[in-house]
């Protein structure tokens, strides 16, 4: 590794970067995803797939940095979810379903983001049975604490 | 026996004078050959150049302000003692890795020693039986205390080595850095514990970001491969170049070179690999490591230079390492333990999924288990053994991976003979101390429990073994 893969490195491990593997040309409302995750994890890619047939278009990229692109985007370790988006301004962590997506994307609050902790059963993506309501959090601009945003 | 400091060592750690295994005994007042080795090292805080001299230094922990610690060179068989004097503002360990050594000297917290306070001091010494490429590394609070660079090679040399022009050291670390060239926090994220740990985004080799390897056309290296990274598995390719391994976590195996090129090392693994350099001078290589997904890097190039080979063909020295005294398992009578390695995402199991809120299943809250158990931490001396082996019987230890990660399992005070994987015969007399098993994968190692003591059996992915990936065996 040099110096400049280094650099570049440290350039990916920001958001908003440009797409290193550009899609063909899709529907003209559907939204930009930046999706960054484990290499080895698949259930991301589920959900990439998920967005990709709810009017997203996905450009998933592994890391090995997801830990620190969550925290520099201001996600709490403790409501870390398994893969980190990044929709126009905001930061969506984990498996948050569509409806909540379009929530955030159609009132534009003053919000760094939101996120769904951890890989929750029967989430989007996810395998296995929904037993329980998923909680999305809001994450504030500023540091202060997180609030709920949705509940699903 | 005298101490001397060690860090006198430091400047010849790099990739060239990489020869780097530099003698550390310069013989002191009254001392004789025969005396044996000793060194004096001090773990503690440091800042180091890691990224370039335009970047800023690194803060670290360090031994002797240097990351790798200085790389000790040993004759084998001969004694060597080594006084650790604390640094840190808390508690440590050393642990010598690889050594069949006596078990009060394996630097295990709690169940071997007690941990070193700061300011403290534990002289550990022990006589290396074997031969070949070692490390030795902090045992306490050892993710982070690893992660921070407490860590360096322990090369215990041949009383014949076999002849090449150059013998190196690659002393492979890897970090998480911020773009101030800082460590990153965030040690023990616990969606990383259970997953594959804390891989980082900066590779260094000797703690500098790699460059350019100098090469004559020619000449034969001899490539001490250490992987002292916390989580990151590699897997090496050598463009343009046969590399044959001869030698894994120290121990000789036949010569060969890997199935598919690439040489997989898990965190903790060696391989001594001896490359001819057979490629064109003037011409540049690249050395990739392409173990992630979508993730292949070049690590380092390898440049040739002008002048005409060395010699006009590959030196037929043999490649054969010398053997070490290391007992053969008998099969027929060994007793088999299996070691089921249970957890992590995805693990289909207690583990599959987390509940909302990143609570995990199962398991007591710790993210992986070895037998429905779960050691966590830096271990915890009043957990009974996984089990008990009579001293001098042979002992097989059948690894399931019930999970959906790789686990590179090592097993203190020992070095085993890998035997199969899936059923399937491993060839090249493979031996280790470290065995790279595979997700879902079974694998079979055998040894001869001939060290009587409680040794650590754990996953060397940092957070892994924290998570609960660890037990106990006992030799007695």
Known sequence: ?152 | MSSIPAFALRRRQFLQAGAACATIGLPGPGWAASDGLAVTLRPGPARVSMVGDAAPATAVWAYNGATPGPALRLPQGTPFRAAVTNGLAETTTVHWHGMRLPNGMDGVPGLTQRPIPPGGRFDYAFTPPDAGTFWYHSHDHSLEQMGRGLAGALVVEEAEPPTVDRDLLWTIQDWRLDPDAQIAPGFNNHMEIAMDGRVGNTVTINGRLPETLHVRAGERIRLRLLNAAIARIMALQFEGHVPVIVALDGQPCAPHTPADGRILLGPAMRADVMLDMQGEPGRRYRVVDAFYDRLAYTLVRIAYDARPPLRAHPLDAPLRLPPNPVPRPDLASAIVHEVRLQGGMMGGGMMMSMGNGGGMMGMGGAAWAINGRSMTGDGSADMPPLFAIERGRSCILDFRNETAWWHPMHLHGHSFQVLDRDGEDVPHDEWGDTVLVRPRERVRVAFVADNPGDWMLHCHVMEHQIGGLMTTLRVG
Request: charged share 20%.
């Open chain 1, 1 to 152: 590794m040099t110096r400049r893969d280094f650099a570049m490195l440290m350039a990916a491990a920001l958001p908003g970067g440009v797409l290193l593997r550009p899609r063909a040309a899709r529907a003209a409302e559907a939204i930009p995803v930046t999706l960054y995750k484990n290499p080895s994890c698949t259930c991301c890619e589920g959900y990439a797939q998920y967005l990709d047939q709810n009017g997203f278009t996905v450009d998933v990229r592994p890391t090995n940095d997801l830990a620190e692109i969550s925290r520099r985007a201001g996600i709490p370790s403790d409501l870390e979810g398994c893969h980190t988006s990044f929709i126009g301004d905001y930061v969506v962590d984990g498996h948050v379903p569509v409806e909540t997506i379009r929530k955030l994307l159609d009132t534009k609050p003053a919000l760094a983001g939101i996120t769904l902790p951890g890989m929750p059963a029967g989430s989007p993506g996810m395998v296995g049975e929904k037993t329980e309501k998923f909680t999305i959090y809001a994450i504030s601009r500023d540091g202060t604490p997180p609030r709920v945003f949705d509940v699903v």
